[in-house]
């Protein structure tokens, strides 16, 4: 019947589809010269992975995959080329030039791998993408269940391997360095610098505290009358 | 839908009933939000004593399709300097990203009509359905950051960083104060989590269930991050206009900012209706088993309390600083989030054993 070939076919245009969306995110992303439309197309690339699971009915693993790859740690990476605004590759790097033949090389390998897979296992493999019975493989059941028994160690040892990761970070991030955030309570009131004179000056860059502080010397040493009351309530 | 089903088998059928379902969802979403927009100036307006836009149409009626056909022909201002692909990708993420979790939501019990027979009032039930929400969700990021990035204005770059910032920062609370209730229900099903707050005369609640865990530490947790993550008063930090002009979207003009304001108002739809189907009981209430039509009543009504309180709220606070906001999502909302989850898993596996 035309209307279950129609069905058996289903599958393999969804397939067509969302490998070849795969395929051309993932080339767009390594072609691209600015970091934030590779950004863009890795994300996309993770979405079509997504689609791409739920073809093979694992909703939970896609659902995972948008979340974790696509919505948190592609967001990480987004914010980092915004707030470092990295700029847009003028010219190749010369290293380029001796990775292309050992790209080319490996690209070789990978092909004639998956060739001699196909070979190997053709006939095995049933003609359409579906498993005929249905299976639990893939769904959010049967994967607590086998992460939280059979896997519990693999789990917890992962959990304290990205917990050392994310403590490395931490300390990395907080050596020899001034809180980022300049909130009241984190920034300390320098000592207003001092002229070649002796005065107290101002630069061009000094922030309020420090501007405060110069007042009051200047206050300390006569140089300037004392505000009235109402002007240094509004000081504090 | 049987004539249908004889002619291109069932599974065709339900695919095309699916189909159109999505498609009368999506425009009975805007038509909410058009008349939310309207009912949030109307309220504001009381609130702060004065009448609101009551001249188009009886009451002010018409008002959103005035609004409507003026972001239609206002010019489209693009800035030179702009990345212009990703500048006109933002909306499309913003504006797909805030539709495409609506399709999942219950809003009413197994129901018969004539000439179809019974059927459940969900347009798609499957096994993941609330992680298919955080997901989406988590990609609506980008519709913000993007947006602010490709501006190439220092207002709508540093919109778009707080706005980032903050959705990064709540959507964890957000996701972990969903965790007692799935831990309740054993599901991630949303029809399934509703049906299973049926009972004491549809009161049964998850925020009152006392025969389980009340889930009242959640509810509070989720309502606060909910208001954070659709980055609405006190939480409109990304567009303080006092700092940065109207944040992300400073540089979108005419229908392009249209999709942002749509997407705002529809993740506020999206994030009421999660919030009852999750705590509230969904389309449960007095009287739902005996009439099961009465359902879709509960649910616009419980929909409309939480749009109601988005107002009230915006009428109400004044805007938190940065600094707080940060402190708040990480030193508060997430510790109380996970005090939650480990409450709840502890007194369910206790009751259970």
Not at chain 2, 55 to 80: C, H, M, N, W, Y
Not at chain 2, 139 to 149: P, R
Not at chain 2, 198 to 226: C, E, H, K
Request: proline fraction near 5%; hydrophobic fraction near 55%.
């Amino acid at each position: 019947m035309a209307n279950n070939e129609l069905q058996q076919l289903l599958p393999v245009l969804l397939f067509i589809l969302f490998g070849g969306m795969a395929l051309g995110f993932a080339v767009a992303m390594v072609a691209q010269r600015n970091p934030l439309y590779s950004a863009v197309s890795l994300i996309g690339v993770f979405i079509s992975l997504a689609c791409l699971y739920l073809t093979l009915q694992a909703p939970f693993i896609a659902a995972i995959q948008v979340i974790v790859y696509a919505g948190a740690i592609m967001v990480l990476v987004v914010f980092v080329i915004m707030l470092l605004n990295v700029e847009e590759e003028v010219r190749r790097p010369v290293r380029l030039r001796y990775l292309v033949p050992v790209g080319v090389l490996l690209a070789a390998v990978l092909v004639g791998e998956a060739t001699f897979m196909l070979q190997v296992g053709r006939g095995a493999a049933p003609d359409h993408f579906l498993p005929s019975r249905p299976s639990d493989v893939g769904l959010t059941a049967s994967i607590g269940t086998g992460m939280y028994t059979k896997y519990l160690l693999p789990f917890e040892v992962t959990s304290v391997l990205i917990l050392m990761a994310l403590v490395g970070a931490i300390t990395l991030a907080r050596q020899g360095r001034a809180p980022l955030l300049a909130a009241p309570g984190n920034v300390t009131e320098e000592q207003p610098r001092l002229t070649a004179g002796g005065g107290p000056a101002l630069k061009p860059g000094d922030t309020a505290a420090t501007g405060r502080a110069f007042a009051r010397a200047q206050i300390a040493s006569g140089e300037a009358a004392a505000p009235s009351s109402g002007a240094r309530e509004e000081e504090g | 839908m049987d004539w249908l089903s004889n002619q291109i088998g069932p599974d065709w059928a339900r695919a095309v009933g699916q189909l159109i379902g999505i498609n009368v969802g999506f425009i009975a979403v805007l038509m909410i939000v058009a008349y939310t927009v309207l009912a949030e100036r109307r309220v504001l307006g009381f609130i702060q004593g004065r009448l609101g836009p009551n001249r188009v149409g009886p009451g002010g009626l018409f008002q959103p399709f005035a609004d409507l056909l003026k972001f239609i022909f206002k010019e489209e201002i693009t800035p030179s300097s702009s990345t212009r692909f990703i500048y006109f990708l933002a909306p499309i993420i913003a504006i797909t990203a805030a539709l495409m979790p609506i399709i999942v939501y219950p809003f009413g019990p197994r129901v018969w009509l004539p000439g179809i027979g019974y059927f459940h009032l969900v347009i798609a039930r499957f096994d993941i359905a609330l992680l298919y929400v955080l997901g989406i969700t988590s990609v609506g990021v980008y519709g913000i950051a993007l947006a602010g990035w490709s501006s190439n204005s220092k207002y709508s770059l540093m919109g778009g960083l707080r706005a980032s910032a903050q959705m990064i920062s709540y959507e964890l609370s957000l996701g972990l104060s969903l965790v007692g209730v799935v831990l309740m229900s054993g599901t991630l099903d949303l029809y399934s989590i509703v049906e299973q707050q049926g009972g004491w005369g549809g009161m049964r609640w998850n925020l009152f269930d006392i025969s389980r865990v009340p889930q009242v530490i959640g509810f509070i947790t989720y309502l606060i991050s909910a208001i954070a993550e659709t980055n609405r008063v006190p939480f409109d930090l990304p567009e303080a206009e006092t700092e940065l002009v109207a944040g992300f979207h400073t540089e979108y003009s005419a229908l392009k900012f249209a999709l942002f304001f749509m997407a705002e108002y529809v993740n506020m739809f999206t994030v009421s209706m999660l919030a009852t189907v999750l705590f509230l009981g969904g389309w449960q209430g007095p009287f739902v088993d005996v009439f099961p039509w009465l359902g879709i009543l509960w649910f616009i009504l419980k929909v409309s309390f939480f749009l109601f309180l988005y107002i009230w709220l915006r009428g109400t606070l004044p805007r938190f600083r940065f600094d707080q906001l940060m402190s708040f999502g990480w030193k508060f909302l997430l510790p109380v989030a996970i005090f939650n989850v480990v409450l709840t898993a502890t007194i369910l596996f206790f009751r259970l054993r």
